[in-house]
């Protein structure tokens, strides 16, 4: 039996779940708070990207705004809770009950979900709760966008489908946590989703689709690796979001949260309150936004900002549009102003500015008002919008200081990068990590621990019986030569094709494996001499250009006087890389075998928490090792031969790139490269275009 929905504008009692942190609890982020909060309101603006730093609360705001929002009402049975007053929306099960539209009135009835009789109906359509589906890093993507049974489809003809956690999230918010280490392919699934609305669903011609309007949120910290540009462009707002930086924010923070641990019910009676305020005023900007407008000036203020931030396409001045109009209502205001246009701006330009690779996305709120101030003086009754102060920005560390008599470290610039070589490390013939896009290799059925992904290239007898990932046409091939024998055997089969087990065929996809590029970095006082240092920087800069490229998951070691240091653990991160690069000393003396075995014991922890990744060590030194690794160990050389043969043992590729110049050459990096059986190249001939491939040519 339904149950009559609470009065609009109002949320049924809110104390059947488990106690969520208060959204307006929250302390400080309110760049964060209003824009999951303008989604709300309007979700045609498109979702929102929130980047930063770790324990900012970005999770905490995300499980508190979807506590805060009105209940919605569905249909009855509806397993994608469709609107019983947007019948354009509804399923296709709900289609064919021919319902009739709610107009609102009293005695508005809905038609009986499927599988329940007339006795069913009832004058109001049930309510729930705003659905919040969070979606975890490893989902595959069958769990993401549903599957459909192609086994019943051949053999009963029908369609059978199993929802995933896109129709679970209709009508509600879905929220990626680390949205940047999700598979590109599933980002490109959810952002296509949420521009369309619809859910699209085909498996060898079977096709289905079904409602999927949600609000989407992804977060991410920055350190472990940035988004494709492409990708980027598709979140409508992004935002980023620093720690609270003075000791009363912080202290308040503690407060209630300690206050909330203690008592879950009574700290969040003293904020219903203020949640049913902020609750009822969601609402009425939603009532309002139909009749806000925006005036021509306006949109040429919007444009112009577009234009002047160098923005690729249309889509920032669509979501600035959206924006605005948003802020209005959000504000009880029917017209949009110039500080509607300059907020909304904020958090549609941020990750649109076009920007070079390592340059980290910022916008200049300074030249922003500039620019808004420019435009409102070419137009009449222009004014100021005002704004706070630009963001910091990143400067260069400093020279480090000398002890004990040496001479002072050094800290040098990079040159500027040559054209950056096609570097992959070699490949195995068989892959169990289907990530990445520089390594080509073959997922073979029973192998990948993830969803099947990658172009299909072959099929093979499945080793299950049930196999995930059909091969339809190779089925029907293995199938066609018996349909005569299996007809007169079975005259009474209905079918129109006749299977058995020893038919059925799965797929075989090739895909890109993910490279660990690990860069050891010699630090030592040899490679200030004739600008070593500078060339090296620049080549590992060229190197770092292509892991951005390519996706790759990258380290940095350096070592110098005693010992070797890890400076970047692998990230995915490159940007961090190359900022530890640019702040790296030179001076001291040379461990060369310090820096090889912290190269080998960090692979090793690497590949026992991500198996399957390829490793590659990028060596740049001109080898001249004085210090051992071991103290009574007197022949350097010999440790690097040992060690050599250590990390060949343990098939990891290898570059040595010899920084050594000048009249004066020992030649130790041509034995180094020997000992490591890897690829020699000279400092000098990384532009050439003899490197493309150069690592894939070197010894496991």
Not at 361 to 381: F, K
Not at 615 to 633: E, F, G
């Amino acid at each position: 039996m339904s149950h009559p929905s609470p009065a609009p504008g109002h949320a049924a009692p809110r104390g059947d779940r488990r106690p969520v942190f208060p959204f307006t609890a929250l302390v400080g982020q309110e760049r964060m708070k209003r824009a999951l909060v303008l989604n709300t309101i309007n979700p045609r603006i498109g979702g929102v990207l929130i980047r930063g730093e770790k324990g900012t609360a970005k999770s905490t705001a995300v499980r508190a705004l979807a506590n805060l929002l009105p209940e919605i009402e569905v249909m009855p049975g509806c397993p994608f809770a469709c609107d019983p007053r947007a019948p354009d929306t509804w399923c296709d099960a709900c289609q064919a009950l021919t319902p009739r539209p709610l107009p609102g009135g009293e005695g508005a009835r809905l038609p009986s979900p499927p599988g329940r009789g007339a006795g069913g109906e009832g004058t109001f359509p049930p309510a729930r709760r705003v659905p919040l589906v969070e979606l975890p890093v490893g989902a595959t993507e069958d769990r993401v966008v549903g599957t459909l049974d192609l086994e019943r489809a051949i053999k009963q003809g029908e369609r059978h489908f199993e929802p995933g956690l896109l129709a679970a999230a209709n009508r509600g918010i879905l929220y990626v946590d680390e949205v940047n280490l999700l598979n590109d392919h599933l980002v490109d699934v959810l952002l296509d989703a949420a521009a369309m609305g619809v859910n699209y669903v085909e498996r060898e011609g079977v096709s289905v689709q079904h409602p999927a309007q949600f609000i989407l949120v992804g977060t991410m910290n920055p350190e472990e690796g940035d988004l494709r540009p492409q990708l980027l462009d598709r979140f409508a707002l992004a935002v980023e979001v620093e720690g609270l930086r003075t000791p009363a924010d912080r202290a308040e923070v503690v407060r209630r949260r300690i206050a909330f641990e203690s008592d879950p019910l009574a700290f969040a009676a003293q904020w219903e309150a203020a949640e049913a305020a902020e609750r009822a005023r969601i609402l009425a900007a939603r009532a309002l936004l139909p009749e806000v407008r925006l005036d021509d000036r306006m949109l040429g203020l919007i444009t112009q900002l577009c234009c002047d931030f160098e923005v690729d396409g249309l889509r920032a001045d669509i979501v600035m549009y959206k924006t605005a109009l948003t802020l209005a209502a959000y504000a009880g205001r029917r017209l949009v102003t110039e500080g509607d246009v300059r907020d909304a701006a904020e958090l549609a330009l941020l990750h649109r500015r076009r920007r070079q690779p390592f340059e980290q996305p910022a916008l200049d709120r300074e030249r922003l008002d500039e620019r808004i101030q420019e435009y409102l003086e070419r137009t009449p009754d222009g004014a100021d919008s005002g704004g706070p102060d630009d963001e910091p920005r990143l400067e260069e560390g400093a020279e480090g200081e000398s002890r004990g008599g040496q001479p002072r470290d050094q800290v040098f610039a990079p040159a500027p990068p040559p054209r950056p070589p096609n570097v992959a490390a070699p490949t195995p013939r068989r892959a169990t990590a289907p990530r990445g896009r520089r390594s080509k290799a073959v997922v073979l059925p029973g192998h990948a621990p993830v969803a099947p992904v990658g172009p299909y290239v072959r099929s093979l007898v499945p080793r299950e019986p049930r196999p995930r990932d059909w091969a339809l046409d190779a089925t029907l091939r293995a199938a066609a030569p018996h349909q005569r024998a299996r007809r007169a055997a079975h005259p009474g089969a209905s079918p129109a094709l006749l299977l058995e087990p020893r038919d059925l065929r799965q797929k075989v996809r090739e895909t890109r494996l993910n490279n660990l590029i690990l860069f050891v970095v010699d630090a030592s006082g040899s490679m200030a001499a004739r600008d070593r240092m500078a060339a090296a920087k620049g080549a590992v800069l060229a190197l770092l250009l292509d892991a951005y490229r390519k996706r790759d998951q990258v380290g940095l070691i350096a070592f110098r006087g005693r010992g070797a240091d890890l400076l970047l653990p692998p990230t995915s991160s490159v940007d961090l890389a190359e900022t530890r690069l640019r702040e790296l000393p030179t001076g001291g003396r040379t461990p060369l075998a310090h820096g090889l075995d912290l190269a080998r014991q960090t692979v090793e922890r690497h590949r026992r928490s991500h198996p399957g990744t390829l490793p590659l060590l990028v060596l740049v030194s001109d080898c001249r090792a004085n210090v051992p690794l071991v103290a009574s160990q007197r022949d350097c050389l010999a440790e690097v031969q040992a060690l050599g043969a250590e990390l060949q043992r343990r098939q990891i590729a290898a570059v040595v790139i010899d920084s050594e110049s000048g009249p004066l050459q020992l030649g130790l990096a041509v034995e180094t490269a020997a000992a490591l059986g890897a690829r020699y190249l000279r400092l000098e001939e990384l532009d050439a275009a003899k490197l493309a491939g150069a690592v894939r040519e070197a010894r496991a």
